[in-house]
Nanobody, 128 residues
Framework: VQLVESGGGWVQTGGSLRLSCAPS????????IGWFRQAPGKEREAVSCISSNDGGKFYVDSVKGRFTITSDTAENTVYLQMNSLKPEDTAVYFCAATFRLGAKNMRMCPEERLYDYWGRGTQVTVSS
């Protein structure tokens, strides 16, 4: 199983980026995908999660209204559209997969112990 993130880069404050997470070896119909981020000197934190088979979604408060998570089961890819980016969004963004999350328990999205597979991350830098 491999998760590959892409779409990171450098953008000015207020700009947008779209991250992609493309798992191989697992299907989105069976696994929920979470996006996490880790800024320099800080702990990794959950950003958003999606369960494709029942539509469950989660967003951390700091990104609500700015980030949108979607999935394309035909392409087996999850997207994180990030708008109105701020310098505090600067971090390495990781996607991770778990079969333990669904709409009914999506509040547990931030629980890293639930995830079985992790990607290597993609850097997002937002300049002021």
């Amino acid at each position: 199983v491999q998760l590959v993130e892409s779409g990171g880069g450098w953008v000015q404050t207020g700009g947008s980026l779209r991250l992609s997470c493309a798992p191989s070896g697992i299907r989105l119909s069976d696994y929920a995908i979470g996006w996490f981020r880790q800024a320099p000197g800080k702990e990794r934190e959950a950003v958003s999660c999606i369960s494709s088979n029942d539509g469950g979604k989660f967003y951390v408060d700091s990104v609500k209204g700015r980030f949108t998570i979607t999935s394309d089961t035909a392409e087996n890819t999850v997207y994180l559209q990030m708008n109105s980016l701020k310098p505090e969004d600067t971090a390495v963004y990781f996607c991770a997969a778990t079969f333990r999350l669904g709409a009914k328990n999506m509040r547990m999205c931030p629980e890293e112990r639930l995830y079985d597979y992790w990607g290597r991350g993609t850097q997002v830098t937002v300049s002021s």
